[in-house]
């Protein structure tokens, strides 16, 4: 994967996740998102609050960002989830 260090690009990503999640799905994609980004959120421009709030306009979901983002140092995406 090519390295990601926008914040911006990050929103992209999430908000293409966030939309196309099933319904009832939308948080764990978040979720999903910060467990697969996590080292490019860690090390871009932004903070999690901002690539929540650009992606689906709720900077509170930050919080969920950062849960996925420490889930991704005990979990692995298994293959073709994403």
């Known amino acids: ?3 990601i260090t926008s914040h911006q690009e990050l ?3 999430l908000r293409t996740m966030y939309e196309d999640a099933k319904r009832g799905q939308k948080v764990a994609m978040i ?3 910060g467990i697969k980004y996590a080292e490019a959120i860690r090390g871009c421009d932004g903070s999690p609050a901002e690539i929540a709030r650009l992606a689906c306009g709720y900077p509170s979901y930050g ?3 950062n849960k996925g983002c420490v889930l991704a140092d005990f979990v692995e995406i298994r293959a073709g989830v994403l």
């Open 31 to 33: 979720h999903l998102f």
């Open 1 to 3: 994967m090519t390295q």
């Open 63 to 65: 919080v969920e960002i």
């Open 11 to 13: 929103a992209r990503i």
